[in-house]
């Protein structure tokens, strides 16, 4: 399964980086997402980067846009999730997933089938 790394305590306006490592099968093949779950909140989709024959395709909520870039390294099997212009409203545990479907990276869980334990991050003063 994935695991994610880089999550932590920032202060808002600040910025942070999320890495998630794959080492099941060559990560070019698939799509990676990244969701989060705020406090009190239902798990939403935050942004996912389609896998080769999606042509690596990018997706974001409204709320994230211009502010968060998702990114892989196929090299290294690993995505990433930069966030800048960290809000407190970005607060919550962060997960990645992988789909290995083709074509498009899709905005919904259910079509995820391999996902991390979550990291947390916590925007704060």
């Known amino acids: 399964q994935p695991v994610e790394s880089g999550g932590g305590l920032v202060q808002p306006g600040e910025s942070l980086t999320l890495s998630c490592s794959f080492s099941?099968?060559?990560?070019?093949?698939?799509?990676i997402g990244w969701f989060r779950r705020a406090p009190g909140k239902e798990r939403e989709a935050i942004g996912c980067?389609?896998?080769?024959?999606?042509?690596?395709?990018?997706h974001y909520i409204d709320s994230v846009k211009g502010r968060f870039i998702v990114s892989r390294a196929n090299e290294k099997n690993t995505g990433y999730l930069q966030m800048n212009s960290l809000q407190s409203d970005d607060t919550g545990v962060y997960y990645c997933?992988?789909?290995?479907?083709?074509?498009?990276?899709?905005?919904?869980?259910?079509?995820?089938?391999?996902w991390g334990q979550g990291t947390q991050v916590t925007v704060s003063s």
């Open positions: 997933a992988m789909d290995p479907g083709p074509g498009d990276c899709p905005m919904v869980a259910n079509d995820y089938h391999y």
């Open positions: 099941r099968y060559p990560l070019r093949h698939y799509a």
């Open positions: 980067i389609a896998g080769s024959s999606g042509e690596e395709n990018m």
